[in-house]
């Protein structure tokens, strides 16, 4: 494998507690039930435009729902000094990646500016070629559209690519786009979810990214 996409969510970093408490606070801010923890991590890896309405109880307007992201994403740009940190082993098998001359790109379903600020934070500004968010495709994941931006950006072959993600929808995608799938067990909140979707690979630790 070449070219590799990572997912950043439960995959590259611990976000897990940061996007809990983010959406509760948000919910809560704006007079809503508050989902619960099971419910929000279950959700992880689909952008917020679709996991919002989902989890809401009540019925909310286009405007609610708008006014619920505002809130949302200022909420998380507190809650993230809380602490995002790189899985242990990650900086390491990113760092041999590079040396070995794979391309590195991040395919996440969060926002590009809050993905490089989170990228920022954590040290890997320069790590990759480049990011796609969810501002910067028509479909969300499942859909192939972050891989195939990348792909046709920087022409690349889908037969010596991989996605890496914790995630059923990073799974998906990546058979949505035609590429090889590498489960990141290490982050995986529903690991039966993730193994029925028959990833390529099956990741233990970042490290085994070395041998696909």
Known sequence: ???????????????????????????????????????VVSYMGVPIEVSFAKMAKEDLSDQDLEDLYTVFRSQYHVTEQEGITLFDGMATTLEQLTRRGANLYVVSSKHSVPLQRNLDQVGLSGTFAAVSGSDTV??????????????????????????????????KMGHNAGVATAAAMWGAADPESVKAEQPTYLLKTPADLLTI
Do not use: C
Not at 3 to 18: C, G, K
């Open 1 to 39: 494998m070449k070219n590799f996409f990572f997912d950043f969510d439960s995959t590259l970093a611990d976000t897990r507690n940061v996007a809990v408490l983010s959406t509760q606070r948000a919910y809560d801010a704006q007079g809503l039930a508050i989902p619960s923890r099971e419910a």
């Open 138 to 171: 028509d479909h969300y994941k499942p859909a192939p559209d972050g891989i195939w931006n990348l792909v046709t950006r920087f022409d690349l072959d889908l037969a010596e690519s991989v996605m890496i993600g914790d995630a059923k929808y990073d799974m």
